[in-house]
């Protein structure tokens, strides 16, 4: 390809041969095999789809069309009438049109199960730009993560400093507000931009009567007929599919008005330094939580939606707007999680009280999930926009989980994974294990030693594209990078794993070649986690792309596994070639 120079002092200069891309031995293999004479024909690469790619469906007309589409994307050198020549048949592999995921699989789960039945793409505080407490509010985080699938937007509602208008702000932080109208005009533009399925915005509700009142009219005429109100609590939710299109409101009626605390300045503002969190483990779902760490926000969640207090203190239009009533009840954790046969409800729960709850009410927690819905939000340290590990929250069968999409993080890249699958419509079925009960009527234990019922085999062949996204020198100053992978499991925690290749030094397209196997429990749950790392010996290693995908749509075979940086951004040309095998 070319040379690169680096400098090592003054009168001293490096120089490196960059190579171009070669097809690794068992590509070569395959080729061979699938081949007559140097030339893959349209018949050749049909069976090589079916026999090693997997894909049993696949017709004599793909194999023609994948070979029109390589002459779309002017691989004429290389391309010949008659079929593949290897360094055709390897560009296809390593190719967007060969992507892990199959998109022409779509939006393929049931979609007319209640919404209890489905994890959904849920963002917390989604107004604020950054961290928790010194942050712009604004409607740009909203337009996007409804514009990445997200179907959950939280806005914190309070008054003007008149009193005569409704903002959306953190409270008792030092965040500058965003008119309630600005939010709710975006949230109308954007909300079905890439998916039709129902949005939900949840209010944190700070307002007088007739406030309350003057965001009825708001809502009321923004969205209009999109909107869904239901005359009484619903006995059971409705469908996604029910409501493709439609916006639904969640709150509980506060029990009084509640003037904004001041800015509280005890405590540092950084939560848990996850601000270059990709350098960072997810914690341990079993982690301990410290009762002195858990000083949650307030989210106005205290008592039950039918307390009459706050029914007189309601406007009787803002109640009626209220699709899925929130509240965790009076009493302690058993009365929250009691299920209700003539009634469905929303309860919210930190990040911290789950940690507790799973431990002396992990079952109850999963028949309340059934038909109810559990919301949880992220513990209130988190100053610095951070998130916590989501698998606590999903194995448990809660629905909500509701994250920081400004922030960044090995978390998040877990979040983006669950939502990549069912085409990414921000609504993923719950597997049966958590819908239904077992023999004996038992529900799901996620701690339990369940059976291996599949193993995953990944080989992790190489990567390349890094040289064309970024500086020669934006790894190493003085050399190519030294780049190795890891390669692991995040679910349930029998199945939780990470691994490593070796790293390879000076070489900007690494060739690693290894073999991992990931012995799986419960498949329906997990997520394989691929990153790219590169070392560093006298500092901390550098970050060069990571991918998160659900281990229950992964596509058999060779495929070209495309990297995002530390946001979930994709790379324009990073990507892996790795095989997937279920044996």
Request: contains cysteine; charged residues 25%.
């Amino acid at each position: 390809m070319s040379k690169q120079t680096y400098r090592v002092c003054f009168c001293f200069r490096r120089r490196f041969r960059v190579v171009a891309a070669e097809a690794p031995a068992d590509v070569k293999n395959l080729f061979n095999r699938y081949s007559d004479n140097g030339v893959m024909s349209a018949e050749n690469l049909h069976r090589f789809l079916i026999e090693v790619q997997k894909e049993e469906n696949a017709t004599l007309e793909d194999a023609h069309a994948i070979m029109n589409n390589l002459h779309d994307l002017k691989i004429l050198n290389i391309f010949h009438r008659r079929g593949l020549h290897l360094d055709a048949f390897f560009k296809y592999l390593f190719a967007d049109i060969n992507p892990p995921l199959n998109s022409k699989l779509g939006i393929h789960q049931d979609m007319n199960a209640p919404l209890s039945h489905y994890f959904i793409y849920t963002g917390h505080n989604s107004y604020l730009t950054g961290n928790q407490l010194s942050s712009d509010c604004s409607d740009v985080p909203i337009i996007q993560a409804l514009h990445r699938g997200v179907r959950v937007i939280e806005l914190d509602i309070w008054p003007n400093s008149a009193k005569d208008d409704v903002e959306v702000l953190h409270g008792g932080t030092l965040t500058t507000p965003v008119a309630l109208i600005k939010c709710l005009k975006s949230i109308k533009e954007h909300a079905f931009a890439v998916s039709e399925y129902p949005v939900v915005i949840t209010l944190e509700d700070h307002l007088t009567t007739a406030l309350q009142a003057k965001t009825a009219e708001m809502i009321t005429q923004t969205f209009g007929d999109m909107l869904f109100t239901s005359d009484s609590c619903l006995k059971e939710f409705p469908s996604p599919e029910s409501l493709k299109r439609r916006v639904l409101i969640s709150t509980k009626p506060p029990k009084e008005y509640l003037q904004a605390k001041e800015v509280k300045e005890t405590g540092a503002t950084k939560g848990t330094d996850d601000t270059e969190a990709w350098g960072r483990e997810v914690s341990d779902i079993k982690a301990r939580y410290n009762d002195k760490d858990d000083s949650d926000e307030g989210e106005a969640d205290d008592d039950d939606e039918e307390d009459p207090t706050s029914q007189q203190n309601t406007a009787p239009e803002y109640k009626r707007l209220i699709a899925i009533h929130a509240g965790k009840g009076k009493g302690g954790l058993s009365d929250w999680l009691r299920v209700d046969p003539d009634k469905v409800r929303r309860l919210s729960l930190s990040e911290q009280e789950l940690g507790k709850a799973v431990v002396t009410h992990g079952k109850e927690i999963i028949r309340f999930t059934q038909r109810n819905i559990l919301r949880i939000y992220p513990k209130g340290i988190r100053f610095d926009s951070s998130n916590y590990n989501p698998f606590n929250a999903w194995t448990h069968g809660a629905q909500m989980v509701a994250f920081n999409m400004q922030g960044y993080g090995r978390s998040l890249w877990l979040m983006h994974g669950m939502f990549r699958a069912n085409g990414g419509c921000g609504y993923v079925k719950k597997p049966d294990i958590l819908l239904k009960a077992g023999p004996s009527n038992k529900v799901f234990d996620p701690e339990a030693t369940l059976p291996v019922k599949t193993t995953l085999k990944v080989t992790v062949f190489m990567g390349e594209g890094w040289y064309y996204d970024f500086e020669h020198t934006h790894f190493d100053a003085y050399s190519p990078p030294d780049f190795y992978a890891r390669i692991g499991i995040a679910g349930v925690d029998a199945d939780v794993v990470m691994k490593k290749t070796k790293t390879l030094e000076d070489n900007w397209i690494p060739t690693w070649d290894e073999q991992f196997e990931f012995p799986l429990t419960v498949p329906e749950l997990a997520l394989l986690r691929v990153e790219v790392h590169e070392y560093d010996m006298s500092e901390k290693d550098d970050f060069a792309g990571q991918t998160c995908l659900p281990v229950s749509e992964l596509r058999q075979g060779i495929r070209a596994v495309p990297l995002h940086s530390r946001k979930g951004d994709k790379y324009n040309s990073v990507k892996l070639l790795m095989r997937f095998e279920f044996i």
